[in-house]
């Protein structure tokens, strides 16, 4: 009896900290892109509040929970309060599915780090994500106004182009781990760089990666919010903590997807260089520093892209989607396949994904020339 | 190609992070301002000490955003307060309205009115941005004479 509620106090705990910190991720994003975007602007980014500005979202954290909720006339009250916790919801429910930490022992008790360690953790990890589409067609169609509307529809018609490509993109690296579990896919990337799946699986990592911008409604693929051009979208009738939810959704989602690209293509919390976990506190430590780092690079890279590109047309988004994205997906699925079937070294595989990768860019870069010169 | 224009320009942006930011954090650091600026007025005294102000309205009848306001009175000759026969019993300059063209300082006969060089002007209150003959003149204990367009008075209110 003591054992089960061992157990059930360290879920408990590992429950906690888990939503702590991916919810805690929300203001250290935020900070972190308006420090970044500031830097590429040339300028410094926010810092007055507290040192070196660190207590700016905290601030404007405050703010929002005191800020009046605005709910106009003719909503449908029940979906119109529904749909913020749909989007939010499956955000805090994903995060209990990544490995953050190898398996380690405390006094002779077992702990994972991880929340859980579902088999079918990635198959989870597609139904959850994609009950946001509810949230974002719901909170369209409650809000009573035909903009808000045509913005959940127009949200959610991106949202279900991009998951087919997001989950076609990982089906190569399910190929090669033969397992659904998060944690397995992690351990069969230990043992160095070259164990990666990134280098058995560029196309997999590069479409999973531009498909989880176009989930996440982040730039480039932000047309949901676009706010020099359409002045949001669904979430045009919230106010107060109601938006906040849409708000930290979309930056626990970018935390998220950058932890499950790292488990599925990084090496999880392996490092780059061969080792060997023990069971020791200190090797848990290990794993979640080297975890915590890739997934602050991906973090980077998900705010460095905010600055560079501009933004899509609608019919660029949906040409991307479906005319590219989705054939590349589906190719790559097959070199995979045929590479494994006929037992290939890893490497052959690396130069294919790469090759691919080549190709496209020269096909796409001849059909926009080609395009450019006859309009012209 | 499209893939290497691509990362040119991750590039760009990533060489700009690390550049010096342009910014001038303004509490703390200030620009410079050009020799020509001019912000808000002054009023100017004669070396004697006394105002140049005649009260001839001029100036608040040339405003095109009628933003100043003046009433005369006749001097004491015994206590004058300008040299001509009448001075400025009240001269206030709405700073709201002012749009800063410079018409008074042009059409003032005595050189009395002048725009000097202050642009922290912000207040937390309209009244505050009606400014008198007291923020306007140069104090007595800092000398009498010509408006200095190398000094920056204080902020108003």
Same mark, same amino acid.
């Given at each position: ?41 040339? %300028? ?47 955000? =805090?429910?994903?995060? !209990? ?12 008790? /077992?702990?994972?780090?991880?929340? &859980? ?7 989870? @990890? ?12 719901? *909170? ?10 045509? #913005?959940?529809?127009? !949200?959610? *018609?991106?949202?279900?182009? @991009? ?28 043992? #160095? ?24 409604? %982040? ?18 009738? @919230? ?52 975890? #915590? ?7 980077? &890279?998900?705010?460095?892209? %905010? ?5 899509? %047309? @609608? ?25 494994? *079937?006929?037992? /290939?070294?890893?490497?052959?595989? #690396?130069?294919?994904? *790469?090759?691919?990768?080549? =190709? ?17 | ?37 001019? +912000? ?43 040299? +001509? ?30 725009? +000097? ?41």
């Amino acid at each position: 009896m003591s054992d089960f509620w061992l157990y059930t106090a360290i879920v408990i705990l590992k429950v906690v900290i888990v939503l702590a910190v991916t919810v805690g991720s929300v203001p250290a994003m935020v900070l972190a892109e308006r420090k970044v975007l500031g830097w590429m602007q040339v %300028r410094p980014g926010p810092n007055r509040v507290g040192p070196w500005g660190l207590l700016q979202t905290i601030v404007d954290g405050m703010k929002v929970f005191f800020k009046e909720t605005v709910i106009p006339s003719g909503v449908e009250r029940p979906l119109y309060e529904l749909a913020p916790l749909l989007v939010v919801v499956p955000a =805090l429910v994903v995060s !209990s599915v990544v490995p953050f930490g190898p398996i380690i022992e405390v006094a002779g008790v /077992r702990i994972r780090l991880s929340v &859980t360690d579902l088999d079918l953790g990635l198959v989870f @990890y597609f139904a959850v994500t994609s009950l946001t589409v509810y949230g974002v067609v719901l *909170a369209g169609w409650s809000s009573n106004n035909k903009w808000s509307l045509l #913005g959940g529809l127009r !949200s959610s *018609a991106q949202l279900v182009s @991009y998951e087919i490509t997001l989950a076609l993109s990982v089906v190569g690296v399910l190929l090669l781990c033969g397992t659904f579990n998060l944690r397995e896919i992690a351990d069969q990337q230990a043992g #160095g760089f070259w164990h990666w799946n990134v280098c058995r699986q560029p196309v997999g990592l590069v479409l999973f990666f531009v498909a989880g911008l176009a989930e996440n409604n %982040r730039l480039p693929f932000d047309l949901p919010e676009a706010e020099s051009e359409l002045t949001a979208g669904y979430h045009t009738e @919230y106010s107060s903590m109601r938006f906040v939810m849409f708000y930290m959704a979309e930056y626990m989602n970018v935390f998220l997807t950058s932890a499950v690209i790292v488990t599925l293509f990084l090496g999880g919390f392996h490092p780059p260089y061969s080792f060997q976990f023990g069971t020791t506190p200190l090797d848990g430590a290990i794993g979640v520093v080297w975890f #915590g780092m890739k997934v602050g690079v991906l973090v980077f &890279t998900y705010i460095w892209i %905010r600055g560079t590109l501009p933004r899509l %047309r @609608y019919d660029q988004l949906m040409a991307l989607g479906w005319k590219v994205m989705l054939p590349l997906a589906f190719i790559n699925l097959f070199v995979t396949a045929f590479l494994i *079937a006929f037992e /290939r070294p890893w490497w052959e595989m #690396g130069l294919a994904g *790469a090759a691919m990768i080549i =190709l496209t860019d020269a096909v796409l870069s001849q059909i926009l020339w080609r395009r450019r010169r006859a309009s012209r | 190609m499209l893939l290497v224009d691509l990362l040119k320009g991750f590039g760009v942006t990533l060489k700009h992070v690390f550049r010096r930011h342009v910014t001038v954090e303004y509490p703390e650091q200030r620009r410079v301002d050009a020799p020509i600026f001019r +912000g808000r007025h002054h009023q100017q005294r004669y070396a004697d000490g006394l105002e140049r102000c005649v009260a001839c309205c001029l100036c608040a009848a040339v405003c095109p955003s009628e933003a100043i306001y003046v009433e005369g009175a006749e001097n004491n000759p015994d206590h004058p307060i300008s040299h +001509g026969e009448r001075f400025a019993k009240t001269y206030e300059i709405h700073l709201l309205r002012c749009i800063f063209c410079g018409f008074c300082e042009e059409a003032c006969p005595e050189d009395a009115i002048v725009m +000097g060089r202050d642009w922290e002007l912000a207040n937390d209150a309209r009244q505050k941005c009606v400014i008198n003959k007291e923020d306007l003149l140069t104090p007595v204990a800092q000398g009498f004479g010509e408006y200095d367009f190398n000094f920056s008075n204080p902020t108003v209110g």
